[in-house]
């Protein structure tokens, strides 16, 4: 996993804890890494769910609660880092419906050996797409954040219902 996830999650809790925390949580993990990331490093998946268990146990909130923060918080700072990947629309299900063929293509480019979740949509009505999102990985709750945060980066009203299938998760966003 690209070290710009764990960046910035540790940004995250820094942010709504503080840096005090974010210390607690890596000596209590153990990590390989030692909790040391690079943007633009590779690291073990394992070691942001431990990461994120642990700031559940010391901080109470749940963690799908936790992941789908960190969703919204990612998006947002994707956003503001890469505004050529959002700035191409106005619209949510135009740039969601632009995330497996175009998003992860320019994500490729910049890291080749990047390991992402694909994605299958399908506009069910004109304000409402289907999006089936399939991660070996199975952060489901992230995904479900980053479609909250792109709706509110878009600054729209949006719904995001989600159902889990046999191979990963569909997820149905209906969006002025």
């Not at 969601?96 to 992860?104: A, Q």
């Not at 289907?130 to 949006?158: A, P, T, W």
Request: glycine share 8%.
């Amino acid at each position: 996993m690209k070290g710009v996830i764990f960046t910035e999650f540790l940004g995250l809790v820094e942010e709504k804890w503080d840096a005090d925390m974010v210390d607690d949580i890596i000596d209590a993990c153990d990590l390989p890494s030692g909790g040391a990331y690079t943007a633009v490093g590779t690291y073990d998946h394992q070691e942001i769910v431990a990461l994120v268990v642990e700031l559940s146990k010391r901080s109470g909130v749940e963690v799908p609660d936790l992941l789908r923060v960190y969703g919204q918080h990612l998006f947002s700072k994707l956003a503001t880092t890469y505004p050529q990947f959002v700035g191409k629309t106005d619209s949510v299900l135009d740039f969601l419906e632009g995330v497996e063929n175009y998003i992860h293509v320019e994500v490729r480019k910049l890291y080749p050996d990047a390991e992402l979740p694909s994605f299958e949509t399908r506009r069910l009505e004109p304000q409402v797409l289907e999006m089936i999102y399939r991660s070996s990985r199975h952060l489901d709750d992230v995904c479900h954040g980053l479609i909250e945060g792109c709706i509110s980066h878009f600054n729209k009203q949006g719904t995001v219902e989600r159902e889990p299938i046999e191979d990963g998760t569909r997820f149905i966003i209906r969006c002025e």
